[in-house]
């Protein structure tokens, strides 16, 4: 018989041939790979505040806030009014809202002038939240000036703005008394700028020479002004 004939090897299968790739492809490959996103920036917060502060039938008291963490405090009041013999303690709580809000220190006081409602608590304020770097500003009128006017005997004003610098030196503060349109930088985006009266020469209102404050942030204005008469801020406007 005849050997049976063998199988053939079955033939194996042809490999799919691989498409070729296009070079526009491997462009947007590389393209993809490449791609950053752009970080997320979250703005810094703005921390400027002012803060008007509430006292006992007394004057102002106002905190001012910066983003670059500087603190103002214009005016400290705490006062015996004028003919009265009831006291009025606003020192207590000044330091309870400078503590509430966070302050340890004061960088800047600014006194509008030296009536006890305005400047009482002053030396108090200091001795808490001031040392040597911190700037006392103030408008240095010649006692004799002021004692001229006789209500001033009944406010004490010289004794008052006489406890107020003597503690801002006994802590080594830097005092200034500043020409009108001083103005002091804080940081690049706030400023403040002191204005007074060019009328010291016969004024018969102690309210008039006041410190006026403009505080500038980023190109707004807040005016502060102190104890002036109409009159006097027409002339600081002209």
Excluded at 38 to 48: A, E, G, Y
Excluded at 56 to 71: A, F, M, Q, R, Y
Excluded at 118 to 123: E, I, T, V
Aim: with cysteine; proline share 7%; aromatic share 6%.
């Amino acid at each position: 018989p005849e050997d049976p004939e063998e199988p053939e090897d079955p033939e194996e299968p042809e490999d799919p041939e691989e498409p070729e790739e296009d070079p526009e492809d491997d462009k947007e490959k590389e393209s993809e790979e490449i791609i950053i996103m752009p970080p997320i920036v979250t703005p810094k917060p703005v921390k400027t505040r002012i803060h008007f502060i509430l006292t006992v039938e007394c004057g102002d008291c106002i905190l001012i806030e910066t983003d670059s963490g500087k603190n103002i405090l214009i005016d400290g009041p705490d006062s015996r009014l004028i003919n009265s013999t009831t006291y009025k303690d606003s020192t207590t709580p000044i330091m309870k809202y400078l503590d509430k809000v966070g302050v340890t220190k004061l960088d800047y006081i600014i006194c509008s002038h030296f009536h006890s409602d305005h400047a009482g608590a002053l030396p108090s304020i200091m001795e808490k939240y001031c040392d040597r770097t911190s700037r006392f500003i103030y408008n240095n009128i010649i006692d004799r000036a002021i004692n001229n006017i006789s209500k001033e005997h009944g406010w004490k004003t010289v004794t008052y703005k006489t406890n107020a610098i003597n503690k801002a030196n006994s802590i080594g503060m830097i005092c200034d008394s500043p020409v009108s349109g001083t103005v002091y930088g804080i940081d690049d985006n706030t400023s403040f700028t002191i204005l007074k009266s060019s009328i010291e020469a016969g004024f018969n209102d102690y309210n008039d020479m006041s410190l006026v404050t403009i505080f500038n942030y980023k190109g707004i204005r807040t005016v502060l002004l102190g104890d002036i008469s109409p009159k006097v801020q027409d002339e600081l406007a002209s």
